[in-house]
């Protein structure tokens, strides 16, 4: 039979589904000690010669395979030169949240694999991630890079403090508008905060980064203001200059099977998030066997954090083969390296409960492609689970977009469509980042869209005052016009 038919979404479970789980046998320290940085940071010596290695292309293809159109080449000739602050700012003036892109940031496929050293002969690229990181992590600065221009005495509302949000408002304050976040949670960083793996951006360097953000000025943030619930499109853009919706994707996708609600199943993102705020690692609900469902960089997050915290048998499945899956070559080997085993073609068909209700495996088909169709071929197997982790994607929270004004954004599929200057379809209402159409769910693309969409913002609002500003024309100069 065929099975490529989309999946409905529901709210994300909470972390209640797994309270009749056992806890980690280590302590909260021990546990601690295995999520320290997945790739060490450079010393100043490896980063001089490591930054040494770049040819400084005039034509740089990583500056222009860069998302968020970082001068890759400048900034690396910078560390080379030994001023960090100038490759610093050089990083920073294209992406504000460059350090926590350098942490993320799957440079394998990107900037790196776009290097003139990566050839047959060397194989070799330069270390772009490690080198835009060492630059953020070692910059000295006085005070914020960047001053604002004068006051346009214009107001901006931006919803959700996460990395397109926030680039969205810091550029908007550096070109003299004052801006107001609304936040849903309690801290700000979006998926930096909340959704990416505890071993990738360690302790509290998301909210340093905030903070630093912050110190532009003319950027305030008001939590607990949630899209559709008490916060309405049709008030902000009553009351602001313009709105920009940064929301990201709050719903995750459903199976769709009988059993999905039972206790020990849930979705990947809530036990990240819950994992990353964790005061006492040792408290976390963990099952000593658990399966995956998903192909991307978030089910590998979700295995290899789950595997650091002691779970003994830990596997990624799939319905299509590794070369189909959206997580790199690189993140799947970072599941290896962990004993994270990757099942392919296998499509979930049932949730197997025992005598209690609760989660102890799942029946999968396997499956085949047939032309461009997957396919089920009618052999089953089972595998023994005590959790079942969803990692399959996530949409719009329909919540968010409730009120009658919202509800009338256009749509591209399931995500907001937006024109080249990220403008809905709703006047004064721009978006971008994980919610709108184009694009690959990316934090340095998020940010790229924050930037950008500050920039058309800023320009239409001072056009406006322009136009309301500028004297009518005068009949004889109209004639003259005509005449002429």
Sequence with gaps: ??????????????????????????????????????????????????????????????????????????????????????????????????????????????????????????????????????????????????QRTAATGRTVAVVGAGPAGLSCAHRLAMLGNDVVIFESHAKPGGLNEYGIAKYKLTEDFAQREVQFLLEIGGITIQYGHTLGHNLQLSELREKYDAVFLGIGLGASRQLGLTGEDAPGLLAAVDYIAELRQADDLSKLPLPSTCLVIGAGNTAIDMAVQIAKLGAEDVTVVYRRGTEAMSATGHEQEIAKAHQVRLKTWAQPQQVLLDDAGKVRGMRFEKTRMEGNRLMGTGETFELPAQAIFKAIGQSLDAASLSDPLAHDLSKDGDKIAVDDQFRTSLIGVYAGGDCVAPGQDLTVQAVQHGKLAAAAIHQNLMSAALSTTSPAPSSSSTTKREVA
Excluded: W
Aim: proline content about 6%.
């Design 1 to 146: 039979m065929m099975i490529e038919s989309s999946s409905p979404l529901t709210q994300c479970l909470p972390l209640s589904q797994l309270v009749h789980l056992a806890q980690p046998d280590a302590a909260n320290e021990a546990l601690a000690a295995r999520f320290t940085d997945l790739a060490p940071a450079l010393s100043m010596r490896q980063a001089l010669i490591e930054s040494q290695r770049c040819l400084y292309c005039y034509d740089a293809p990583c500056t222009r395979i860069c998302p968020s159109d970082i001068d890759v080449a400048s900034f690396i000739r910078n560390i080379a030169n030994e001023n960090i602050n100038g490759a610093a700012k050089t990083i920073l003036q294209e992406n504000i949240l460059g350090g926590s892109c350098s942490r993320v940031c799957p440079t394998e496929i990107l900037c790196e694999q776009a290097c003139v050293r990566n050839h047959d002969a060397e194989a070799q690229p330069v270390k772009i991630g490690l080198l835009q990181r060492h630059a953020i992590d070692h910059m000295d600065f006085q005070s914020h890079p960047f």
